[in-house]
């Protein structure tokens, strides 16, 4: 594999870490997060309750800071502005910049 | 189980997660202001000799608030592109476009530029005749644009009321979303490079047969499976047509942000199935704006059964997403009785078999990141046969 395809994991460090995007033990009471537990539990006894569109508690968006965000963002794009061969802008391409699903079911 | 940005941001992972819109909001628009910062940082001053006004449109995106609906665009990833290959001439139109969009969606200005190569553009579903000189008179209620080109211009009034209304120009078809306008672009808007070997295959004037199948798989899905439908109508934005016959095609195209392209078919479950499956991509490069899926220490090239092509493990993390969600889909389809269950039990089976491969690949892997965990770890318990495994895993942390 090309050296260029991993530059993105020497730098990622540079932007917020990942504490930046952890809420704060005093928010967590107000964000209603679901557990993985839960999770697994609705995922294998209520599918069709969710694919009605009961979806799981609500997750912890509240809680992230903007600011965090916007530190990642500003060092993921630092970082793909540096790199010649952008991994994450080519992680859409498969073959020649598109990605071509050839499928497997027939119209017919 | 330990809280971290992981769980924050498995909304992302497929429907079933349930993505918070503020999230999502807050992520598109703080991506937008950082390229347009970008762009304007390295293209600015190129563009005040040869755009006037335009460059204090974008300056002002940057600051004004908006949302999704404004920024999430191709031209925006357009803009990104030419930063990244330092190529003024693709900025110019990129910014155009840009313009373009942002005039249509609330931004407000005047500006005229002169293009390095002639260009069709949108605004809202109207089409700027191919032009090399634009000019825009915008005050947010009504807009006038002039389009010229080889000496002569064409005029287009537009008002707005409720909706953009125009008089001189014609339209392109429309699906009305929830959430965003899905636009179907004829194959004169893929004039871009970016476009070449899927232009000649792009149906040139999208008509009633090649969209209402569209319409009519959205209306399935926002009526059987709205969590899909939400899935789908976020974050895409414009789709074009491919011909393909007796095959299923679809894709999305680098730094196209909210467009994809999908085969012309009258079938609603595999339009569907298209739809989702390319909206996955776009939610993971989404995520993948706040940093990369793995830390880079897993060196190997893994088999990617669906293409058959050796991948690192990014590019495996990209196709076990949205395979796994198209999977998850024909799951949730019969589980409400959306779709032939024979057919839809086949596609699983057939999905199933390829999958499995990649779950090995993914569930556990050490490489990944919180991101990249966040993005397969929910499909994992969803889909995988060993789910016992998991669940003994989350009862003990």
Redesign the interface.
Known sequence: ?DEK??I???D?QT?AS?ID???KESE?AEVG?????D??I???TG??A????A??????????E?AA??S??????KK??ES?N?????????D????????????? | ?T???Q??F??FSC??????E??FE??VC??A???LD?FLGQFGAMIRTQATGLSDLLESAVSKPKSSNTVWCPALGDC??A??RHDPNAALSSAAALGLHLGANGISGNWEAKLAEPTTFLWNKWIVPECSHLSVENSGTSASLTAGFNGESKKIGLIYSAAWNAQGTESIPVIEGARRSLFVLPQKLLTSP?FD??RTSAISEPGEKSVSPIEEALEGLKK?????YDWVTRIVGQIFIMEA???????????QLGLLYISN?S?QL?IAEMLI??AS?QY??LL?????M????D?K?YLNP??N?LR?L??IV?GYHAFANVWMFY???I??GFGQVDRCAH?MD?IMKRLENMQDIVDGNAAL??IGKALV??LL??TSCK?SK??ES??A?
């Open positions: 594999m395809d991993n993105h994991t020497q990622s932007g990942e995007l952890v809420p967590k997060l679901s557990s993985r537990r999770f697994a609705a995922g294998v599918l069709a969710l694919a009605a569109g979806l799981f508690s609500a997750p912890v968006a509240n809680a992230i903007p965000i916007k990642k963002i500003l060092a993921q794009i793909d502005m010649s952008d991994p994450m802008l080519n992680a859409l391409t498969f020649r910049g598109t990605v071509v699903h050839n499928r497997f079911v027939s119209l017919a | 189980m809280l971290s940005a769980s924050a498995t909304g429907p079933q997660e349930g993505l918070a503020n999230l807050t992520i703080e991506y202001s950082a390229v970008a990104f592109q930063v990244q970016k070997g899927l059987n499976l709205p969590a899909y016959p007796d095959r299923l095609v679809s894709g999305s195209i680098q730094g078919t079938d595999a499956h390319e991509h993971y490069y993948s704006r706040l940093g990369a793995d830390d880079g220490s060196h090239l669906f293409i092509a690192p990014a590019r990209l799951k949730t389809s589980d409400v596609q057939t990141t919180p770890e929910p318990v969803l789910n998991n669940m989350l009862a942390s």
